[in-house]
């Protein structure tokens, strides 16, 4: 199965600075990744999907690129309500289709 | 209003078997996949099951044999039935909405629409 990798597991950011997540796999996956936002008591939010398009409603701030094993997700200038756990998804169809998440990246206001 | 609500999570002895449902509203169920995930207190999300439009599933191998996704569009409703429930097992489960299948051409934008979870305990 698709192992997927994120790093750093918590970065600690200042409001208006800009904020660089990872998401590796263990396989190539093409562009087949997306990108949740979970704050505290609330449910996960896609943020961008197939590694770069950004879901309805989500801010241009939110940016992501990559393709095969490696990917990133930019926040280019942290808001408040931007401080959250962020997971990297990948949806494979070959030979099975898994979907996997990876274990989080916690941003935390430095 | 689009919207997925969970049923039928509690606490649940070791060895014992618990079905999940998953109600939606505010668009056509038919033309969507679904997925279950779980997610432990301080822990990460997991997926746990998915099934198509065409009633198709998929697990990952950590839940093959016990778990068992199903669809009735007729209700609206998604299932997950889980055997031989273990503490591991312990989790907020979510029904989430995946690929859109539309007119035949489908589409996977992630999974756009979550319940609020229904929580799953194993305890003795």
């Known amino acids: 199965e698709i192992v997927m990798t994120q790093s750093p597991a918590t970065l600690s950011v200042s409001p208006g600075e800009r904020a660089t997540l990872s998401c590796r796999a263990s396989?190539?996956?093409?562009?087949?990744l997306a990108w949740y936002q979970q704050k505290v008591g609330q449910t996960p939010r896609v943020l961008i999907f197939?590694?770069?398009t950004r879901a309805t409603g989500i801010p241009a701030r939110f940016s992501g690129s990559g393709s095969g094993t490696e990917f990133t997700l930019t926040i280019s200038s942290l808001q408040s309500e931007d401080f959250a756990v962020y997971y990297c998804?990948?949806?494979?169809?070959?030979?099975?289709?898994?979907?996997?998440f990876g274990q989080g990246t916690k941003v935390e206001i430095k | 209003e689009v919207q997925l609500v969970e049923s039928g999570g509690g606490i649940v002895q070791p060895g014992g078997s618990l079905r999940l449902s998953c109600a939606a509203s505010?668009?056509?169920?038919?033309?969507?996949?679904f997925h279950w995930v779980r997610q432990g207190t301080g822990k990460g999300l997991e997926w746990v099951s998915g099934?198509?439009?065409?009633?198709?599933?998929h697990y990952p191998d950590s839940v093959k044999g016990r778990f068992t996704i199903s669809r009735e569009n007729a209700k609206n409703s998604l299932y997950l039935q889980i055997n031989s429930l273990r503490a591991g097992d312990t989790a907020v489960y979510y029904c989430?909405?995946?690929?859109?299948?539309?007119?035949?051409?489908?589409?996977?934008?992630?999974?756009?629409?979550w319940g609020q979870g229904t929580p799953v305990t194993v305890s003795s």
């Open positions: 989430a909405r995946g690929e859109d299948c539309t007119g035949g051409y489908c589409h996977y934008d992630g999974m756009d629409v």
């Open positions: 505010g668009f056509i169920f038919k033309n969507y996949d």
């Open positions: 396989q190539s996956i093409s562009s087949n």
């Open positions: 099934i198509g439009t065409a009633g198709d599933t």
């Open positions: 998804q990948q949806y494979n169809n070959w030979p099975e289709r898994t979907w996997t």
């Open positions: 197939g590694a770069s």
